[in-house]
């Protein structure tokens, strides 16, 4: 059984950064490519980031890129969201999850990943 618990939300203001946690246990972290998903209220579940099992490849969907860093310490069982000058659209419950696959692959879409966190949410306020 794999776990995946999510840390570090908040409320910020708007340009502010904030920096979310998961912490993955239960099997070998690095069997697992990784992704950050998002969910307003009244919308679907986005995809925001994702990072290959080696750390080495990543992909971000448009709207964030330049502004938020997907990492991993696979030593700590653990991937990062890094997100800096957040937006009121940014506003979410943010969700990790976790897809098994090849070495170097990433995944965009919420079918290849098998396991999720319970979110944690982001408010930005205007």
């Known amino acids: 059984q794999v776990q995946l618990v999510e840390s570090g939300g908040g409320v910020v203001p708007a340009g502010g950064s904030l920096r979310l946690s998961c912490v993955v246990s239960g099997r070998t972290f690095s069997d697992y490519a990784m992704g950050w998903f998002r969910q307003a209220p009244g919308k679907e579940r986005e995809f925001v980031a994702g990072?290959?099992?080696?750390?080495?490849?990543?992909i971000y969907v448009d709207s964030v890129k330049g502004r938020f860093t997907i990492s991993r310490d696979n030593a700590k069982n653990t991937v990062y969201l890094q997100m800096n000058s957040l937006k009121p659209e940014d506003t979410a419950v943010y969700h990790c999850a976790a897809a098994s696959g090849a070495y170097t692959s990433t995944y965009s879409t919420v079918q290849p990943y098998a396991y999720w966190g319970q979110g944690s949410q982001v408010t930005v306020s205007s």
């Open positions: 990072i290959s099992r080696s750390g080495g490849n990543t």
